[in-house]
């Protein structure tokens, strides 16, 4: 079966801070890969996917970067954080781009 | 701007009792619909997912999609207090890959 880990669980950083988040996927090959955020109140807002290793789409201009080092890995960056970077995190994978998206437990990110 | 809405609630039930959530899209060319349950701090699990007109049901769920009136919704037979948690609705966007989620409705069940 499948899994997808993601670390760390919560992070607390102040603005300024660069930022790196990771996310891992067991259990298959060459998974669309996505990374969301939930900001406290609002719906989930895709921030990033990725259909294979190297390839990146952004969904949203901001300061924050994904890249796709291997297959089964997916990071989220920044340079610099700011206030608005707040919110709780997550990475999902699935098997097709319009197949069913399975998330993974979540990084809840708090810029002070 | 394609969007799929919800109430956000708190949508209180007593436990037995049957909940109802409702979402509405407004991409008329969306095919693939999902619910997901998610548990305050935690990261959403999928409940179902829907594709055609009509019911679909597993265990205490069912899902209902109405194409024609661009409308989706999730009932919850013998409602339990574990039910209580946030109710998001997603659609995909026509032509693309992209799924639209809603903001979802909490649901409370009453023990």
């Known amino acids: 079966s499948q899994t997808i880990h993601q670390w760390p669980a919560t992070l607390v950083q102040p603005v300024g801070s660069p930022l790196s988040l990771e996310c891992t996927v067991e259990g298959t090959s060459n998974p669309n890969l996505y990374w969301y955020r939930q900001a406290a109140g609002r719906g989930l807002q895709l921030l990033f996917y990725?259909?294979?290793?190297?390839?990146i789409s952004s969904e949203v201009p901001q300061n924050l970067s994904a890249s796709r080092p291997q297959d089964r890995q997916f990071i989220l960056s920044s340079k610099k954080l700011l206030l608005s970077d707040s919110g709780f995190y997550l990475c999902?994978?699935?098997?097709?781009?319009?197949?069913?998206?399975?998330f993974g437990p979540g990084t809840r990110l708090t810029v002070l | 701007q394609k969007e799929v809405e919800q109430n956000s609630g708190p949508l209180s039930v007593p436990e037995g009792a049957i909940a109802s959530l409702n979402c509405t899209y407004s991409d008329r060319g969306s095919q693939s619909f999902f619910w997901y349950r998610q548990y305050s701090g935690k990261s959403p699990e999928l409940i179902m997912s829907i594709y055609s007109n009509g019911d679909k049901e597993d265990g205490r769920f069912t899902a209902q999609l109405n194409k024609a009136s661009q409308y989706v919704s999730l009932l919850i037979r013998d409602s339990q207090p574990s039910d209580s948690a946030t109710y998001l609705c997603?659609?995909?966007?026509?032509?693309?890959?992209?799924?639209?989620f809603g903001t979802g409705t909490r649901l409370k069940v009453l023990a």
């Open positions: 997603a659609g995909d966007t026509s032509g693309t890959y992209k799924y639209i």
């Open positions: 990725s259909v294979g290793i190297g390839q």
């Open positions: 999902a994978w699935s098997y097709r781009l319009t197949d069913t998206q399975y």
